[in-house]
Structures are given as C-alpha cells and as structure tokens.
C-alpha cells in the first residue's frame, strides 16, 4: 500500500515537474522489499567508499579533478581540500555520509578510542575544507553513536532520541521562517543568516526570490530549477508543497519506529542526515 502510494504520488510529480528523483526513490525502496537491507548496506558502503577513494587517488594523480579549490568561499579568496569531489563542502559531506553508515554498521565492534580517532580525523579535515556543516554532521554522529551505545538507561536512550526528533522539527519550522523573512529586512534573521554564511539571503538575492514562500505551489514545475543550500525549502520548491509534506510526515513516522523498536544505529544516521 505504501509503495502504491508514493508510486503514485512520485509519478505525478515526475509529469508535472520533469524531475525523477521520487519516483527512484520509490523504485530503490520497492526493490528491496524482502532482501536483506544490512548485507546491502555493507555493499553500498564498500562501493561508495573505493569510488571515493578512487576519486582521490585520480586528483592526487592529476589525472581527473583538482585536489585543492582556490575561489571565494564568502570571506574573501581562499584554498581549500576538495581531492577531486569538486568542492570541499561535497568532500565532507560524503566524508560525513560515509563515517555515518560505517557506524551504523559497525558501531558494536569500536572501541572508546577508535571513536575518539573518528572524532579527530573530523577535525583534521575541517581544517582543510571548512566544511562547519559537513564537520557537525560527522561530529554529530560520532558522538551520538557513542553516547547511545554507552547509555544503560532506556529513559535516557529515548530522550536523547526525542531531542533529536524536536531538533529536526526546529529545523523544518526554520526552513519555513527562512522562505518568509527577507534578512535584508529582518535584523534577527540577519543575524541568523550570517552564522549559516548567506543560506538564507540566498533564497532572497533573485528577481523573483524563488524558493520563498511566494513561490511555493502545491506541486512545483519545470521552471523551479534555481538551486540553493536550504535543503527542505528546496523540497518544496523543487517538487512541491504536497510531496515535500508526504516524504517529511513519513520521515518523522519512520524516526519514531526506529526509537520506538529501538533501533538505535539506524536512528543515529537517519536523524543526523535529516537535521543535517
């Protein structure tokens, strides 16, 4: 019944909006039905991991890609790490995305000081990219990881858990002032604006500030196509205010299963690339 639905649902917003994303989500999820998800997993992370490191040793090599970036990263002209992932900020976000389903595979056999080397290899490499996002994410799930497997207490476990369901929500309900309140003319999200280095003045700094609440539709179209950082704005922008609604409420529902079986491993990942 579920994967009827979000079938239905991601092929109209592939007619409407010409973006398939949804619709290969939907189909990833159905082809999984009855496999064992954990062994795949483990088979994504390995992929995942040598097509990286390939990427790597193809820059380091010179042969494909550039291992540092030297632009204007907002605060004047910098160098900075990228290892032929094209930019830093994507060197350690799929830095993050990698150490997060390493843990949530292989949480059980780390030791206390192997998390402690996670942790500073995180820092190592946000000295090199000054990724803050990517460094928290990684940071975030390392230390989560670490506290759950160490906490004894199931009361614990699960307020630790709902902390992260509300700082989730906190998110969205901020994606939402983001798409309402200009920063050039709101000091309070001014503020705001300049810890997150420009995300929000981005979505105001077009013509027609698309990706605002103005150009919210209840399903997109094919001219919504201007891309910036604020990930579930950009949801609803790209694909519309019904889909962005469907694919956050099951999200949340999925969150509250895992904590509910207390699939902690699972949460920890799920809930960190949300907020994230």
Same mark, same amino acid.
């Given at each position: 019944?579920?994967?009827?639905?979000?079938?239905?649902?991601?092929?109209?917003?592939?007619?409407? $909006?010409?973006?398939?994303?949804?619709?290969?989500?939907?189909?990833?999820?159905?082809?999984?039905? #009855?496999?064992?998800? #954990?062994?795949?997993?483990?088979?994504?992370?390995?992929?995942?991991?040598?097509?990286?490191?390939?990427?790597?040793?193809?820059?380091?090599?010179?042969?494909?890609?550039?291992?540092?970036?030297?632009?204007?990263?907002?605060?004047?002209?910098?160098?900075?790490?990228?290892?032929?992932?094209?930019?830093?900020?994507?060197?350690?976000?799929?830095?993050?995305?990698?150490?997060?389903? &390493?843990?949530?595979?292989?949480?059980?056999?780390?030791?206390?000081?192997?998390?402690?080397?996670?942790?500073?290899?995180?820092?190592?490499?946000?000295?090199? $990219?000054?990724?803050? @996002?990517?460094?928290?994410?990684?940071?975030?799930?390392?230390?989560?990881? &670490?506290?759950?497997?160490?906490?004894?207490?199931?009361?614990?476990?699960?307020?630790?858990?709902?902390?992260?369901?509300?700082?989730?929500?906190?998110?969205?309900?901020?994606?939402?002032?983001?798409?309402?309140?200009?920063?050039?003319?709101?000091?309070? @999200?001014?503020?705001?604006?300049?810890?997150?280095?420009?995300?929000?003045?981005?979505?105001?700094? $077009?013509?027609?500030?698309?990706? $605002?609440?103005?150009?919210?539709?209840?399903?997109?179209?094919?001219?919504?196509?201007?891309?910036?950082?604020?990930?579930?704005?950009?949801?609803?922008?790209?694909?519309?205010?019904?889909?962005?609604?469907?694919?956050?409420?099951?999200?949340?529902?999925?969150?509250?299963?895992?904590?509910?079986?207390?699939? @902690?491993?699972?949460?920890? @990942?799920?809930?960190?690339?949300?907020?994230?």
């Amino acid at each position: 019944g579920y994967l009827a639905f979000f079938l239905t649902l991601s092929l109209i917003s592939y007619l409407v $909006t010409g973006r398939n994303e949804l619709l290969r989500c939907t189909v990833f999820a159905a082809s999984m039905v #009855r496999m064992d998800v #954990r062994k795949l997993m483990k088979l994504f992370l390995a992929v995942e991991t040598a097509g990286c490191l390939l990427l790597n040793v193809l820059s380091l090599a010179g042969v494909l890609g550039t291992v540092f970036l030297t632009t204007d990263y907002g605060g004047g002209v910098e160098t900075r790490l990228c290892l032929g992932l094209g930019h830093p900020n994507s060197l350690h976000c799929m830095a993050a995305v990698l150490v997060l389903l &390493f843990l949530c595979l292989y949480h059980d056999r780390l030791h206390a000081w192997q998390f402690a080397v996670l942790f500073a290899a995180n820092l190592v490499l946000l000295y090199f $990219t000054r990724s803050q @996002m990517g460094a928290l994410a990684m940071a975030g799930g390392i230390v989560l990881q &670490f506290l759950v497997d160490r906490i004894q207490s199931d009361r614990t476990k699960n307020a630790l858990c709902i902390c992260m369901e509300v700082l989730f929500a906190a998110g969205l309900f901020f994606s939402l002032l983001a798409a309402t309140f200009n920063p050039a003319s709101t000091p309070w @999200m001014q503020k705001i604006d300049h810890l997150m280095t420009g995300r929000v003045g981005s979505l105001w700094d $077009t013509t027609f500030h698309e990706g $605002t609440l103005a150009s919210w539709r209840w399903f997109s179209d094919r001219n919504s196509d201007r891309f910036f950082d604020l990930g579930w704005v950009r949801l609803v922008y790209w694909y519309g205010v019904i889909p962005a609604a469907v694919v956050i409420f099951y999200l949340l529902r999925w969150l509250r299963f895992l904590r509910r079986k207390k699939e @902690m491993a699972a949460f920890v @990942m799920l809930s960190v690339l949300a907020v994230y």
